[in-house]
């Protein structure tokens, strides 16, 4: 889709706690799922302790993780892959969590002159027109710099649940990424309300664009709004015909 026609989508102004009103509920077995989440860090982290991290985007379920491993104290590092093309919000939540929890985050960004090649060939926003040249802005914008960011460790720690998209339906707590590192899942299980409900009762800070209606945030250029029905990732690459619509990141995996 060529950038002079694609869609422009406005973004309402966020209402805060807009998010805690729509999607924090307690329900049954919360505090079940809550321990085996606890569980599933803790066992990770002490058994690659020094060589775990978590891969954070800021999302909601990522800032519940990160409270969980500050809370509990584990021997866990907080990556941020900051692609460039971030929504300011975002960039503001990164200082915003350091402050909360008294953290410094890694942060991973995209090889620069790799950059500067792709957008002198297609320019700033080439995911408009083709699958093929968003998933090539994917690669070089996340994937790759998450090959570095995960380089010399065994584990890492991301913020998937089987509700977010029939892709991943199946996730497990744990399982192994095409390099053979575990790769752990602690809310796997969760439900959208839980998330919301973990981050009210502990106060965690999140994402004002949540508040916005865009439960899944990636770059700015690739997330809209979802209107009420629509599919959790529907705001993502929503121009695609492919109900496929992933980054790369976690396509290649095998149960633990």
Same mark, same amino acid.
């Given at each position: 889709?060529?950038?002079?026609?694609?869609?422009?989508?406005?973004?309402?102004?966020?209402?805060? /706690?807009?998010?805690?009103?729509?999607?924090?509920? =307690?329900?049954?077995?919360?505090?079940?799922?809550?321990?085996?989440?606890?569980?599933?860090?803790?066992?990770?982290?002490?058994?690659?302790?020094?060589r775990?991290? %978590?891969?954070?985007?800021?999302?909601?379920?990522?800032m519940?993780?990160?409270?969980?491993?500050?809370?509990h104290?584990?021997?866990?590092?907080?990556?941020?892959?900051?692609?460039?093309?971030?929504h300011?919000?975002?960039?503001?939540?990164?200082?915003?969590?350091?402050?909360?929890w008294?953290l410094?985050?890694?942060?991973?960004?995209?090889?620069?002159?790799?950059? =500067?090649?792709?957008?002198?060939?297609?320019?700033?926003?080439?995911?408009?027109r083709?699958?093929?040249?968003?998933?090539?802005?994917? %690669?070089?914008?996340?994937?790759?710099?998450?090959?570095?960011?995960?380089?010399?460790?065994r584990?890492?720690?991301?913020?998937?649940r089987?509700q977010?998209?029939? =892709?991943?339906?199946?996730?497990?707590?744990?399982?192994?990424?095409?390099? /053979?590192?575990?790769?752990?899942?602690?809310?796997?299980?969760?439900?959208?309300?839980?998330?919301?409900?973990?981050? %009210?009762?502990?106060?965690?800070?999140?994402?004002?664009? =949540?508040?916005?209606?865009?439960?899944?945030?990636?770059?700015?250029?690739?997330?809209r709004?979802?209107?009420?029905?629509?599919?959790?990732?529907?705001?993502?690459?929503?121009w695609?015909d492919?109900?496929?619509?992933e980054?790369?990141?976690?396509?290649?995996?095998?149960?633990?």
């Amino acid at each position: 889709m060529p950038e002079s026609t694609r869609p422009t989508i406005p973004i309402e102004p966020p209402l805060p /706690g807009r998010a805690f009103a729509l999607y924090a509920r =307690h329900l049954p077995g919360f505090e079940a799922r809550l321990q085996q989440a606890v569980q599933t860090l803790t066992q990770a982290a002490h058994a690659h302790a020094g060589r775990i991290v %978590q891969a954070t985007s800021l999302g909601a379920e990522d800032m519940v993780i990160t409270d969980l491993i500050v809370r509990h104290r584990l021997p866990v590092a907080v990556a941020l892959i900051d692609t460039g093309r971030l929504h300011p919000q975002t960039l503001a939540l990164r200082a915003q969590a350091e402050a909360h929890w008294g953290l410094t985050m890694e942060v991973w960004q995209p090889d620069a002159a790799a950059l =500067h090649a792709f957008e002198s060939e297609h320019g700033a926003e080439p995911m408009y027109r083709s699958i093929a040249l968003r998933q090539a802005c994917c %690669q070089l914008r996340k994937v790759e710099p998450l090959q570095r960011l995960l380089h010399g460790r065994r584990a890492w720690i991301t913020g998937l649940r089987r509700q977010q998209s029939a =892709h991943r339906a199946d996730v497990p707590l744990q399982e192994h990424d095409e390099a /053979g590192r575990l790769k752990v899942n602690p809310l796997a299980a969760w439900d959208w309300a839980d998330v919301w409900h973990y981050l %009210q009762q502990h106060r965690v800070p999140y994402n004002p664009l =949540h508040d916005a209606f865009m439960p899944s945030i990636g770059c700015a250029p690739c997330t809209r709004p979802i209107a009420v029905g629509e599919d959790f990732r529907a705001g993502r690459w929503w121009w695609e015909d492919d109900t496929r619509r992933e980054c790369g990141l976690h396509l290649s995996t095998h149960a633990a």
